[in-house]
């Protein structure tokens, strides 16, 4: 037996999301090191890669926002169930390092009082699971009604979302992140703050996004 097959041959895990055994068999899951999640559930969470334009910026969407990553993601950030924030990024953890490497990542914040609830901000640890150092450029203050649509919704954020790091230097390549992209009025705030740093890039990454959003874009 090979020093490789071998290696395989031990990677014998519990699935975070089935909590059923697993073995690592691939070299593409023995690279990426231990990622929590089996191949089967891998597949459950529909990962579409999806690159897309958001106000003439190119963004990335690892998964569609369908039923299944909805029901996970409120489990994790509603039910508070932090083991599962390495489920969803962890099995491309180095093919998102390598590609945003030299990017200053920056999340999008969400409600402070939501964070104290749950002990930890969901966006900032799916991203920190995978290796990835946050830059918190920006921050959401006050009570921020989560219903409101179109314009209402986007007066309604620019009351709230501030930048509050203007460090950055004006020529760095800046990534937004965040866990759940619908109706694209939080983004649209925080490039509008980003810009004014006069950054050399902006690009987009996002767990999950609504393919209906993605079709009219384009
Ligand atoms: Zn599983």
Same mark, same amino acid.
């Given at each position: 037996?090979?020093? +490789?097959? &071998?290696l395989l041959k031990e990677q014998t895990h519990i699935c975070k999301v089935c909590f059923k055994t697993y073995e690592e068999k691939s &070299? #593409?899951? +023995? &690279?990426?090191?231990?990622?929590c999640i089996c191949d089967k559930c891998i597949k459950r969470y529909n990962p579409i890669f999806k690159e897309f334009t958001f106000e003439s910026l190119h963004g990335l969407a690892i998964y569609e926002y369908i039923d299944y990553i909805k029901e996970k993601l409120f489990q994790f950030k509603g039910c508070f169930d932090y083991e599962l924030c390495n489920t969803?990024?962890?099995?491309y953890k180095n093919e998102l390092l390598f590609r945003y490497h030299g990017y200053i990542v920056v999340p999008i914040p969400s409600n402070k009082d939501?964070? &104290?609830? /749950?002990?930890?901000? #969901?966006v900032e640890t799916i991203f920190q699971s995978v290796g990835f150092k946050l830059t918190k450029a920006l921050e959401k203050k006050g009570?921020?009604?989560?219903? +409101? #649509?179109?314009?209402? %919704? /986007? /007066? %309604?954020?620019?009351?709230? +979302?501030f930048l509050i790091n203007n460090k950055i230097r004006s020529n760095a390549k800046i990534l937004l992140v965040d866990d759940v992209i619908t109706t694209g009025a939080t983004m649209h705030k925080a490039i509008e703050l980003i810009k004014t740093l006069k950054p050399n890039k902006i690009e987009i990454l996002i767990m999950s996004k609504t393919m209906l %959003?993605? /079709?009219?874009?384009k």
């Amino acid at each position: 037996m090979t020093k +490789l097959s &071998l290696l395989l041959k031990e990677q014998t895990h519990i699935c975070k999301v089935c909590f059923k055994t697993y073995e690592e068999k691939s &070299l #593409h899951s +023995l &690279l990426n090191g231990y990622t929590c999640i089996c191949d089967k559930c891998i597949k459950r969470y529909n990962p579409i890669f999806k690159e897309f334009t958001f106000e003439s910026l190119h963004g990335l969407a690892i998964y569609e926002y369908i039923d299944y990553i909805k029901e996970k993601l409120f489990q994790f950030k509603g039910c508070f169930d932090y083991e599962l924030c390495n489920t969803f990024l962890g099995p491309y953890k180095n093919e998102l390092l390598f590609r945003y490497h030299g990017y200053i990542v920056v999340p999008i914040p969400s409600n402070k009082d939501d964070d &104290l609830k /749950r002990g930890f901000n #969901h966006v900032e640890t799916i991203f920190q699971s995978v290796g990835f150092k946050l830059t918190k450029a920006l921050e959401k203050k006050g009570d921020f009604k989560q219903a +409101l #649509h179109g314009s209402k %919704e /986007r /007066r %309604e954020i620019s009351k709230h +979302l501030f930048l509050i790091n203007n460090k950055i230097r004006s020529n760095a390549k800046i990534l937004l992140v965040d866990d759940v992209i619908t109706t694209g009025a939080t983004m649209h705030k925080a490039i509008e703050l980003i810009k004014t740093l006069k950054p050399n890039k902006i690009e987009i990454l996002i767990m999950s996004k609504t393919m209906l %959003e993605i /079709r009219k874009k384009k």
